[in-house]
């Protein structure tokens, strides 16, 4: 999937993202880089922990373990732009 689309999608607000991880297993996690999010449950200190490891992958804050992902943007298969309600 285009990096480009991905990192807007992101930047916007939550998505439920699609992909193979290296190991071959199929992974749906559920993640934004929306900066109010982020700033919410860390607070503005810690948006510094984005930083992206590698231009080949996009690092994302997984919501619901809390934590920072990452991901290659070719392994991806789906990504949804998640409606709050």
């Given at each position: 999937?285009?990096?480009?689309?991905?990192?807007?999608?992101?930047?916007?607000?939550e998505c439920e993202i699609t992909f193979t991880?290296?190991?071959?297993?199929?992974?749906?996690?559920?993640?934004?880089?929306?900066?109010?999010?982020?700033?919410?449950?860390?607070?503005?200190?810690?948006?510094?922990?984005?930083?992206?490891?590698?231009?080949?992958?996009?690092?994302?804050?997984?919501?619901?373990?809390?934590?920072?992902?990452?991901?290659?943007?070719?392994?991806?298969?789906?990504?949804?732009?998640?409606?709050?309600?």
């Amino acid at each position: 999937m285009d990096r480009t689309l991905l990192l807007n999608m992101l930047h916007d607000g939550e998505c439920e993202i699609t992909f193979t991880k290296v190991n071959g297993e199929r992974r749906v996690m559920r993640c934004t880089l929306e900066f109010a999010t982020i700033t919410a449950r860390f607070g503005l200190d810690d948006t510094g922990n984005n930083n992206q490891r590698s231009p080949k992958v996009i690092t994302v804050l997984d919501l619901d373990k809390d934590e920072w992902r990452c991901f290659k943007p070719e392994t991806v298969t789906t990504c949804e732009a998640m409606i709050l309600a």
